[in-house]
């Protein structure tokens, strides 16, 4: 064996970086992502390095997947595997999310997990797991009920050493720049088994049970790299985009709080770039499907607070075809399908703070029609369940 991840980390801090091969893919959206990652979890062999935007343990219901999750991470450390996790905390703790945070990491240290906090001064919304050197999970998914119970998520696990490098980089410079909490028990240095064969890799997954659909070759589209990898795809897509996100804002003016723009950039926001991107894609001929959380109904009123309504108004006066999701359903996904063979997934909202890098986020490019027309299919369900946004105003 050898390992990459100091040659991957070097490529990361460059920026983009180019595709790597990997030997599949297995989507496990919505109610399959506990079940594989439990899997993956039990059947763990040498090495789980994992981070976390939110993490909840609900001492009333000990029958919860977030706790079953966190018991599993425990289990594996008891038996000898070298368990990592990387929680976000803020010092502005503006969602209130530190003390549950803290709470889970605490029962990780305490259950033998070496636990870091990020810099106090970042968000980490990077949902990223890599077991074994082999198997990195990448998703929308935080460890909470919702999350996990009831909300539309999307997830893969992306099979192969030389993705999981790049993880195991990403997460390795993120440590560095955040705060053990574990002092006896850093994180260890992760061998990548570069020498397995394509039939060994393979071999794993499925003697776990998953389905592997063939895949070309994937890159990770870390932090700020997210916009510059994104807009010469959509500029090459020729049939079909679709886009589902969580959160799409337009930006009139550029927040206090926000960095400054990337160096060259003559926008408020990348953001409203992407949305005359979608909106050239529409003009030139391409079918563009934009599928956006509407906001959950409220029970006693039925009313719906709707943050996407801005966004989905300027979408649509220019071509698109907007679709807002079921009211009853929260859809914290973040993915998109362009054209017959490119799938996006993971954990970045088309916000300012996600796409331009102030948050630390991380998703995943696909090559694969089989992946592709997985997702494809992903995006039809949840239309079903929702509507085409034909109000007038």
Request: hydrophobic letters at 40%; aromatic letters at 8%.
């Amino acid at each position: 064996m050898r390992c990459l991840w100091s040659l991957a980390l070097a490529a990361l801090a460059m920026g983009p970086v180019a595709a790597v091969p990997v030997e599949g893919v297995t989507v496990i959206n919505n109610r399959d992502y506990t079940p594989a990652v439990m899997t993956l979890f039990a059947s763990a062999e040498s090495s789980i390095v994992m981070t976390a935007f939110q993490a909840r343990f609900y001492e009333d219901y000990p029958g919860s997947d977030s706790n079953n999750l966190c018991d599993a991470l425990v289990a594996a450390a008891q038996r000898g595997v070298s368990v990592t996790f990387l929680i976000d905390t803020e010092d502005s703790d503006w969602n209130g999310n530190n003390a549950q945070n803290e709470d889970f990491a605490r029962r990780l240290a305490e259950g033998g997990c070496a636990v870091y906090y990020d810099n106090a001064d970042h968000v980490s919304h990077t949902k990223l797991i890599v077991v074994d050197g082999l198997a990195s999970v990448i998703s929308s998914v935080n460890w909470s009920h919702y999350a996990l119970t009831s909300n539309n998520e999307c997830a893969v696990i992306v099979w192969g050493p030389a993705i999981a490098a790049e993880g195991l980089a990403y997460v390795r410079e993120q440590a560095a720049d955040g705060r053990l909490q574990t002092p006896e028990r850093p994180m260890p240095d992760v061998p990548v088994p570069v020498d397995h064969l394509s039939e060994a890799i393979t071999g794993y997954a499925e003697a776990r049970g998953f389905e592997v659909l063939p895949c070309e070759d994937a890159e990770l589209m870390v932090n700020a790299a997210y916009y510059p990898m994104l807009e010469p795809l959509l500029d090459a897509a020729v049939g079909r985009i679709d886009v589902v996100q969580m959160d799409a804002t337009f930006y009139r003016m550029r927040p206090a709080h926000a960095d400054p723009p990337a160096e060259g950039q003559t926008s408020i926001s990348q953001t409203n770039e992407l949305l005359t991107d979608l909106a050239d894609a529409a003009a030139r001929g391409v079918e563009v499907h934009l599928t956006l959380d509407g906001g959950r109904a409220d029970e006693e009123t039925g009313e719906v607070d709707n943050r996407n309504l801005d966004f989905a108004l300027r979408a649509r006066s220019q071509g698109v075809h907007v679709w807002w999701d079921s009211p009853q359903a929260t859809t914290h996904a973040k993915f998109l399908v362009i054209d017959d063979n490119l799938s996006i997934v993971g954990s970045t909202n088309w916000t300012l703070f996600g796409v331009e890098g102030q948050n630390n986020e991380m998703s995943v490019l696909m090559r694969s029609p089989e992946v592709a027309s997985r997702m494809r299919d992903f995006v039809h369900a949840i239309q079903a369940s929702g509507e085409p946004f034909t109000q007038q105003f």
